[in-house]
């Protein structure tokens, strides 16, 4: 087993994995930027590295730095976590050539699974079922003209290195084809230094269901069953669940098996997520595979009973895995929310502050993964996840309302967050009968005109007022303002005295 592992990550799945080394008796050691100097997994980890400045490129992302520190302090593994450099493939070979442990896939599998396009072929060679398209990015305008006609409108332009919704494009005629080819390689250049992109279907009104799968180095693989992940926002995740509640036994078998069959094909190891898309007909296609531990990979502990950091390492140290196949089970539901730094009220623009007072949910059932606490600076550098906010019942009717009292429950103050519109989500006819696609929010949220919105935030606008009381009675602090972003509570006055 290793002496030491080397974190390079901050924010919340920083402090994760950090825990998870002390859990097992591994020495951790974090890497932070100017802008954490006094961050949470700073201050947890048994050492600690200034890499650099707040630029990414200058700390998180400096590839011949970490490499250095890493051989200076006998780091015998890395773990990327995910994110920054979690399935960059020269990163990795880096680390390999080092002769220190990735803690994770390959290189090579990284590569493979890396271009879309090379992925899809892959697929369709193994018998993994793909969304209709191409396989080979697309050299002109007149080529996807003549590819669309063969697959009939409407269909996807997707970049071929990309991921996160850039450079996507929907064209329902062709008459919108030559502004969006436009449109998403000059936008797949931008944001991946690479301009192919590819044809798909357009599967109208999909749901993103995931599967995790973890393979050892001994050729042995095993699924912890399906997610669902179809509440996006701007091709971003914002709530997940496990399981799905529309993937019926059969579809499950099936998927799952799918997932096994795409991770032996490019010869993975460690844990991984293969992604569909499945239609109201419970067909479903390959999207991608992420070769990395997900944002979302507390649910599926959750519902499995397995530690997904612990497997990680014990992998990456030649372990065969601890389990098989048959002593899986689906112990209850799931649900995950994730709170960001965002204003709803401003087209979710990231925002930033210092934390002056947070208190965390708790109760039966829920979890919480933070890398904030009071006094927490945040900034505009990295993405604006703060706080996730999992929560575990024996039914989903269960899991909903432990998830509806949690985020009621969860204080920040000093910072505008998304939690009233992660609320509003929860109160929704299809959110609640489980029959919400990855177009929800785009039909149900983006038409709400401000006046409509206001008159939403009613019911959480009553439920702050009781938590500021809650507020009150548990932190005395002298005549100050503060902001409650839980509500829209931005004019109330913290008393000297009760």
């Known amino acids: 087993m290793f002496n030491k592992i080397l974190v390079v990550n901050r924010g919340e799945i920083a402090v994760r994995l950090i825990r998870a080394c002390r859990e097992m008796g591994i020495r951790s050691a974090a890497v932070y930027s100017s802008a954490d100097t006094f961050a949470l997994h700073t201050r947890i980890a048994d050492e600690s590295y200034f890499l650099g400045s707040a630029q990414p490129s200058e700390s998180y992302l400096n590839i011949p730095k970490i490499i250095e520190l890493a051989k200076n302090i006998n780091a015998d593994a890395i773990h990327p976590g995910y994110g920054f450099l979690s399935e960059n ?25 890396g271009s879309k396009t090379a992925a899809r072929e892959l697929m369709k060679k193994n018998g993994v079922p793909i969304v209709p ?39 329902f005629e062709e008459s919108e084809l030559l502004n969006a080819f436009e449109s998403a390689t000059r936008e797949a250049k931008k944001a991946f230094g690479n301009e192919d992109v590819y044809i798909e279907k357009l599967i109208v009104n999909p749901k993103h269901i995931e599967v995790q799968i973890l393979g050892d180095k001994h050729g042995n693989y095993i699924h912890l069953f399906e997610r669902e992940c179809s509440v ?22 099936k998927i799952t098996a799918a997932a096994i069959n795409a ?10 997520t293969i992604e569909f898309l ?38 990456a140290a030649g372990n065969k895995l601890s389990f098989n196949q048959d002593e899986l089970k689906i112990l209850g539901h799931a649900i995950e929310a ?16 210092k934390i002056v007072y947070h208190r965390l949910p708790s109760g039966p059932g829920v979890r919480v993964d933070r890398g904030i606490d009071n006094g927490s600076v945040i900034g505009l550098n990295y993405d604006p996840l703060l ?5 575990f019942g024996k039914t989903r009717d269960i899991a909903i309302s432990k998830l509806n009292i949690a985020l009621s429950d969860y204080l920040i103050a000093g910072i505008t967050t998304n939690i009233s519109f992660l609320k509003w989500i929860l109160r929704q006819k299809k959110f609640v009968d489980g029959t919400y696609s990855i177009n929800f929010l785009e039909e149900e949220f983006i038409p709400l005109i401000p ?31 503060v902001t409650n972003n839980n509500s829209r509570l931005t004019n109330w006055t913290l008393l000297a005295n009760e």
Not at 263 to 272: D, L, M, V
Not at 454 to 473: C, M, N, T
Request: some cysteine.
């Open 89 to 113: 493939p020269e990163f990795i070979q880096a680390v390999e050539d080092a002769g220190i442990t990735f803690i994770g896939p390959t290189s090579k599998s990284v590569r493979m699974m």
């Open 133 to 171: 398209g191409t396989t080979e990015p697309i050299s002109s305008i007149e080529e996807a003209k003549k590819i669309c006609k063969e697959i009939g409108y409407p269909v996807l332009l997707k970049a071929a290195a990309g991921g996160g919704g850039k450079g996507m494009k929907s064209v």
């Open 232 to 253: 996006q926002r701007r091709h971003q995740k914002v709530i997940e669940e496990a399981p799905s509640p529309s993937v019926d036994e059969t579809t499950r078998s």
């Open 263 to 272: 991770a032996k094909a490019c010869g993975y190891y460690n844990a991984g």
């Open 278 to 315: 499945m239609n109201k007909n419970n067909e479903f296609y390959f999207l991608e595979m992420n070769t990395r531990l997900q944002v979302e990979h507390p649910i599926t502990e959750l519902i499995s009973g397995v530690d997904l950091v612990r497997e990680q390492i014990n992998i």
């Open 338 to 353: 994730r709170v960001y730094a965002e204003d709803p009220d401003n087209n979710f623009l990231p925002t930033a502050g």
């Open 387 to 391: 706080t996730k906010i999992s929560v």
């Open 451 to 481: 006046d409509k919105w206001k008159k939403e935030q009613l019911l959480i606008d009553e439920e702050a007022a009781a938590l500021f009381a809650v507020l009150l009675r548990d932190k005395k602090r002298n005549s100050k303002s």
